[in-house]
């Protein structure tokens, strides 16, 4: 069975661009979360979607969206880009995003100059 | 407010020995934990988990044992191999906050051969 699987692995932009980062789950899944790690703050959630409906969202700006598609694809969008935004962008998914594993993709490490 | 703390940044230990990796919890209404291992520009893989019903987990080399009345989790490798140097992070969930995990800053474990 494929893993979770991200697109692109490696960006860069520049401040105040905007930036789409795609998720493909496991085949089944139809849970997906996204998380964002950088050295001082660690692993934080950003928001989880489940059957094309964001269910929860972490404490981060309205800058940050995503959403899911009816094959489970999700997609999340950071607009305006800031240099505190440089980080790996990770998305997990599981079947139904209760009491179960979320299995993670390779991430996406996102630099902004 | 950090609600998963791994209180030891680093852990060195000899091959063939054992390895404990422990963590501690703030919030009561966590009923899953979870033990992750990363290596560098990798996403996370998971290890084990344990629900709250159970103060016990056993997985080959893998054992995680829960003491709720401490909000206390470890992580026992037996034996542990010089490819089980990495990061390891320990996560918690509650059953009402779907698809959100909470994790620790992580504990760096080397092995030495």
């Known amino acids: 069975k494929a893993g979770v699987t991200q697109t692109p692995r490696y960006l860069i932009k520049t401040r105040g661009q905007q930036v789409t980062l795609s998720c493909s789950p496991i085949?089944?899944?139809?849970?997906v979360s996204w998380y964002q790690q950088t050295p001082g703050q660690g692993l934080q959630f950003l928001f989880e979607?489940?059957?094309?409906?964001?269910?929860n969202k972490g404490n981060f700006p309205g800058r940050f969206s995503g959403r899911q598609f009816s094959n489970s694809r999700s997609e999340m969008n950071v607009s305006t880009l800031e240099l505190g935004d440089s980080a790996l962008y990770l998305c997990?998914?599981?079947?139904?995003?209760?009491?179960?594993?979320?299995?993670f993709g390779p991430g996406t490490r996102l630099t902004v100059l | 407010d950090q609600q998963v703390k791994q209180n030891s940044p680093s852990l060195s230990v000899q091959e063939g020995r054992i390895s404990i990796l422990n963590c501690d919890y703030t919030?009561?209404?966590?009923?899953?934990f979870l033990w992750y291992k990363k290596y560098p520009a990798e996403g996370p893989t998971f290890l084990i988990s344990?629900?709250?019903?159970?103060d016990k987990n056993e997985d080959g080399r893998f054992t995680v044992f829960l003491n709720k009345s401490a909000k206390h989790l470890s992580l026992h490798i037996v034996p542990s191999q010089p490819g089980d140097s990495a990061v390891y992070f320990c996560?918690?969930?509650?059953?009402?906050?779907?698809?959100?995990?909470?994790f620790g800053q992580g504990t760096t474990l080397q092995v030495k051969p």
């Open positions: 997990a998914s599981s079947r139904s995003g209760g009491a179960n594993e979320q299995f």
């Open positions: 085949s089944g899944h139809r849970s």
């Open positions: 979607y489940f059957s094309e409906t964001q269910r």
């Open positions: 919030n009561s209404m966590f009923d899953y």
């Open positions: 344990i629900s709250s019903i159970k």
């Open positions: 996560a918690a969930s509650d059953s009402s906050n779907t698809g959100k995990l909470i």
